[in-house]
């Protein structure tokens, strides 16, 4: 069975109304109009923020202003390798193909991951960089979704978690880009992640914890069945001898 994401659909008669108050944010301080445009010629996007307030015009345009504010801020459409270096060196966030429902993959290696090695900042260029470019690889007519498919390897993870940076990377996928996630699927999890995820999991809305799957072990017939093992690597019980490149 493909992997799918059931949720009510976005309200078409405030798809306007919610663009003609963002084209607004125009005239605020803060706000890049180029993103701004970008952001309002999408419908796609004013239909996920609408679904994630449940089609109230004001709650979507409190989130979605607060998105495009960001966008302004970051500018993650325009971030290149240069911009996160010294993240990008630890190779912790790779991009990993696609599963069999067409939604890209991004592979997480916690176990490579040093926090104290660069700032708060560069972490938040490091996670829109990723998931703006995985964004570009999602297929526009997949009748299964434009979502993201993250498997976070949680092996060795070592006890050295920035809260900070997991904030921030929870804003990102929770708050900058609802309705964007497919599937959390964390495998290899030990009691250092539920440790975190109870500190985590209050920071989500319902819609993103609910697409969090937690395996400890016995998660490679999850993966045969919905990416292949072909393009598993074998660390993680696939055929893939090598592992997937970091950007």
Sequence with gaps: MMLTVDSQPANEELIVPLREKLLLLRSEEGYDESEIVSFCDDECNLRRFLVARNNDLDASYTMASLAIKW??????????????????????????????????????????????????????????????????????????????????????????TDLAKLRQLIKIANDYNPERLGIALVVNASSLFWGLWKIMSPWMDTATSEKVKVFTTDYVGFLEEHVGLEHVCTDLGGKREKDWPSP
């Excluded at 966008?71 to 991009?95: C, K, M, Y």
């Excluded at 592979?107 to 700032?119: G, I, K, Q, W």
């Excluded at 979704?145 to 949680?154: A, P, S, T």
């Design 71 to 160: 966008r302004s801020e970051i500018h993650p459409g325009s971030l290149t390798v240069a911009d996160f270096s010294t993240a990008n060196t630890q190779g912790v966030w790779r991009f990993a193909g696609y599963a069999k429902n067409g939604w890209p993959i991004m592979l997480v290696r916690t176990s490579l991951y040093e926090p104290s090695c660069y700032s708060t900042e560069e972490y938040v260029r490091y996670v829109a960089y990723m998931m703006e470019t995985n964004i570009k690889r999602m297929d526009s007519s997949n009748p299964n979704g434009q979502r993201h498919f993250i498997i976070f390897d949680m092996l060795e993870m070592q006890y050295n």
